[in-house]
C-alpha cells in the first residue's frame, strides 16, 4: 500500500515538488541562521536568539510560498536555466519584501537590517546551490559514461538489482544502466540503485529512441521459453544489441554477475524447463568412487567427465581414441579440476588387451559406456564400422566388465535405435539387445539410458547452423516437416546419472524429451540471434532426405510400454527384454566374420534379422519436395 501512494504521489509530479518544498526550507533555514551568526562573529545574544525562534519560521515559510508561486518548482532541477535562477531571484525578492512587511506590522522590527540583507544573499546562494547541485551531477556523470555503453536492463527483480548494483560499483565494466524496463505493473516508476523502470517489454522501441540505449540486458533468469521468445522478438525491433544473463541452471548459488553476461542462445528459446534431480541422491550414488567414461572426448563423455568431477567422484578415467579430443578435454580440465584426481588416457574399447589392463589397474566400480559412432549417413556408407565399434565393442567391454568385477555398466542409447531406419540407428538397438541378453547371467548391473538429440553436440545441427551461417548461407535443411527432440547436454547428463542411480540390472530407461521441434523453427531462430533476417539475409534450401533419416525420431520400440519412475523425466522402458545370451553370442560371431570379411550383405542381413523392427530407407539428396508445402 505504501509503495502503491509513492507510485500515485511520483506519477503526478507531488512527490518531486514535496521534495522540493524540503530542500528549500533547509536552505532558507540554514540562510538565517548564518545571517544571524555571521552579524554576531558566531556568537547570537540570548534575546536576539529570542528574536531569531519568533522570526524563523514566518521567514521561510513567505518565501517558500513565493517560489512556488512564482513556478519555480516546475522545472527539473538537472536541467535549471538563467530564467529559472532570474524567476527564484524575483520570487526571493518578493517574498523578502513581504517578510520585511510582516516584522513591521508584527513589531519585531528588532532584528538587525544586516540579518536582512545577508538572509536574502545567503537564501538566493543556498536555494541556487541547491538547484545547479543535479545539473552539475548530471554533467559529471554525463562525461564519466560517455564512454560507456548505454544499457536498458529488463527485469527489475533479483537479477536486474545485481546486474545494475554491479554496473554502478565498477566504471571499468564499461556499461551505463540508463533505464529499466519491467511488465509487472507493481514495478512501474520504482527506482534501483537510482535507475527508473520506464515502461514494459512492449514499450523497447520507445525507450530505445528515447533514452539512446546502446544495448540490452535480458535479466530475467526464470522467464520461461515463451516469455524469453516475446522479449527476444521486441528485442530484435528495437535493432539495438542484446544479451542475456544465465539460466537457472547456470547460475551458482544464485548469484549473477556481469561477466556472466552473454549471448542469447537457441536453447534459452526452446520449450524445456529447467531438470531438477536429486543432487545429495546423485552425490552418493558416485562420490568416492572410481568411475570409468568412454567417448570421454565427445560432447556428451566430456560432459559426463566435469560432472562427475565436481560430484566428488574418487577418480574418473577418461578413455577415447581421438588424441585432439583428449587433448582439448584435458586443457578444460585443468582450468575446471586442477586439484580432482581424474586421468586421461588415449586408448580403443575394441583392443580387448588395453581395455582389460586399464580396467584392472584401475578398478573403476562403474563405466558409463558412450563410445559410439553416431552420424547416420556416414555409417550408411561404413555398416561395418558402425558394428564393428557399436554391437561388438560394446560387447567386448561388457563382458571384460563383467569378469574385473565393475558393479554398474551403463550403456548411453539413442533415440535412433527405435524402430530404426539406419545402419547407426540398428546397432545402437542391438547394443542395447546385447545388454538385456547378457544380464541373464551377469552378477553386474547393466543400464541402458536412451534419449533424443543434445544441443551443440558434435554433429548436431546447430553448430552447423552456425557455421553456415557465418559463412553467409544458405542453411541446409532435409525437409521442412523434419522434427526432432532437443535436451541441452548438462540436463541430459543429470537425467544419466539419475537413471543410472534408479537402474537394478537389465533396465533400459527413456527420459523425457518433452515435444519435438521441427527442424526449420531451430534455424530461424539463430538467424534471428544473429542479427539476420530469414529469407532475405540468410536462405534457407532444402535438399531432401539423406540415406536411413526419418522425418520425426520416436522414444518407444512398438512392444515397448512407458513405465513411470518417481522422477517425472525418467521413463522406464517394459516389454521388450532379450535374455537369450547363446543366441546374441552367434549373432556376435556372425557379425565379427562379416566385419573381417567386409561383408556388407551379411551385415544387413544379420542385422535384419536380429532387429525386425529395422527397416532400411534408401533415401536420397533428390528425394522431391511437395510444392505444397515449401510454400509453408
Known amino acids: 500500500m505504501k509503495q502503491r501512494i509513492l507510485n500515485f504521489l511520483n506519477s503526478r509530479g507531488i512527490l518531486t515538488i514535496f521534495l522540493k518544498i524540503c530542500i528549500d526550507a533547509l536552505a532558507l533555514t540554514a540562510a538565517y541562521f548564518i545571517a544571524f551568526s555571521l552579524r554576531f562573529d558566531l556568537n547570537i545574544p540570548a534575546q536576539h536568539f529570542i528574536i531569531f525562534k519568533h522570526t524563523i519560521g514566518f521567514a521561510v515559510i513567505i518565501e517558500l510560498f513565493f517560489i512556488n508561486l512564482f513556478g519555480v518548482n516546475q522545472s527539473p532541477w538537472r536541467y535549471v536555466s538563467l530564467q529559472d535562477v532570474i524567476n527564484l531571484l524575483a520570487s526571493l525578492f518578493v517574498g523578502w519584501v513581504g517578510f520585511i512587511i510582516y516584522l513591521y506590522f508584527a513589531n519585531l522590527l528588532a532584528v538587525p537590517r544586516s540579518v ?79 535507475v527508473k523502470v520506464v515502461g514494459t517489454v512492449n514499450d523497447l522501441q520507445k525507450i530505445v529512441s528515447k533514452k539512446h540505449i546502446e544495448e540490452i540486458i535480458i535479466a530475467t533468469p526464470a522467464a520461461s521459453a515463451s516469455e524469453m521468445r516475446r522479449i527476444v522478438r521486441a528485442c530484435e525491433a528495437t535493432g539495438v544489441e542484446f544479451k542475456t544473463v544465465p539460466g537457472p541452471k547456470e547460475i551458482v548459488n544464485g548469484m549473477v554477475q556481469v561477466q556472466q553476461i552473454r549471448e542469447v542462445k537457441v536453447e534459452d528459446l526452446l520449450d524445456r524447463k529447467p531438470v531438477e534431480i536429486d543432487l545429495k541422491e546423485i552425490k552418493s550414488f558416485l562420490a568416492n568412487k572410481t568411475i570409468m567414461v568412454t567417448g570421454a572426448a565427445g560432447s556428451i563423455g566430456s560432459e559426463l567427465v566435469k560432472q562427475l568431477l565436481t560430484l ?138 536412451r534419449f ?48 543410472a542411480k534408479m537402474g537394478d540390472g537389465n533396465d533400459i530407461f527413456v527420459l523425457d524429451m518433452g515435444e519435438p521441434i521441427k527442424i526449420v523453427e531451430i534455424a530461424n531462430r539463430l538467424i534471428k540471434l544473429s542479427g539476420l533476417k530469414p529469407g532475405d539475409d540468410i536462405k534457407i534450401k532444402y535438399v531432401g532426405l539423406r540415406p536411413g533419416e526419418k522425418l520425426e525420431e520416436e522414444l518407444w520400440n512398438k512392444d515397448e510400454a512407458p513405465l513411470k519412475t518417481y522422477h517425472p523425466k525418467i521413463y522406464k522402458a517394459i516389454g521388450s527384454h532379450y535374455n537369450n545370451w547363446e543366441r546374441m553370442q552367434k549373432h556376435l560371431h556372425v557379425f565379427e566374420k562379416a566385419v573381417i570379411e567386409h561383408d556388407i550383405q551379411a551385415i544387413k542381413e544379420k542385422l535384419h534379422e536380429m532387429i525386425p523392427e529395422f527397416t532400411s530407407m534408401p533415401a536420397s539428396v533428390d528425394t522431391p519436395i511437395p510444392e505444397d508445402i515449401l510454400r509453408e
Request: aromatic share 10%; glycine share 6%; with cysteine.
Open 116 to 194: 536582512l540583507f545577508l538572509y536574502l544573499m545567503l537564501g538566493f546562494i543556498f536555494t541556487g546551490a541547491a538547484r545547479f547541485a543535479p545539473r552539475v551531477l548530471f554533467k559529471a556523470q554525463s562525461r564519466l559514461s560517455r564512454d560507456k555503453k548505454r544499457v536498458l536492463v529488463i527485469g527489475a527483480g533479483q537479477a536486474g538489482e545485481m546486474i545494475i548494483r554491479q554496473m554502478k560499483s565498477d566504471p571499468s565494466l564499461g556499461f551505463y544502466p540508463v533505464a529499466l524496463a519491467d511488465d509487472s505493473p507493481k514495478k512501474q516508476n520504482i527506482k534501483i540503485h537510482g
Open 312 to 449: 566428488d567422484s574418487e577418480k574418473v578415467i577418461c578413455i577415447d581414441r581421438s588424441e585432439n579430443g583428449l587433448f582439448y578435454l584435458d586443457n578444460d580440465l585443468k582450468k575446471e579440476f586442477a586439484s580432482r584426481h581424474y586421468k586421461i588416457i588415449v586408448a580403443d574399447i575394441l583392443n580387448t588387451n588395453k581395455m582389460e589392463y586399464l580396467i584392472s589397474s584401475y578398478k573403476p566400480e562403474i563405466i558409463f559406456h558412450a563410445a559410439a559412432y553416431k552420424h547416420v549417413p556416414l555409417m550408411e556408407d561404413h555398416p561395418e564400422e558402425a558394428v564393428r565399434n557399436n554391437i561388438l565393442g560394446t560387447a567386448y567391454l561388457v563382458k571384460v566388465a563383467e569378469r574385473l568385477g565393475v558393479q554398474k555398466f551403463i550403456l548411453i542409447s539413442t533415440d535412433k535405435a527405435v524402430n530404426p531406419t539406419s545402419i547407426m540407428g540398428a546397432t545402437k538397438r542391438a547394443a542395447e539387445l546385447v545388454l538385456q541378453s547378457y544380464s541373464a547371467q551377469a552378477s553386474m548391473k547393466l543400464v541402458t539410458v
Open 452 to 499: 533424443g538429440n543434445v544441443l551443440a553436440s558434435y554433429g548436431s545441427v546447430i553448430p552447423l547452423f552456425q557455421k553456415q551461417i557465418s559463412e553467409g548461407g544458405p542453411i541446409t535443411i532435409t525437409h521442412p516437416l523434419m522434427k526432432r527432440f532437443f535436451m541441452t547436454i548438462p540436463e541430459a547428463v543429470k537425467l544419466i546419472f539419475q537413471a
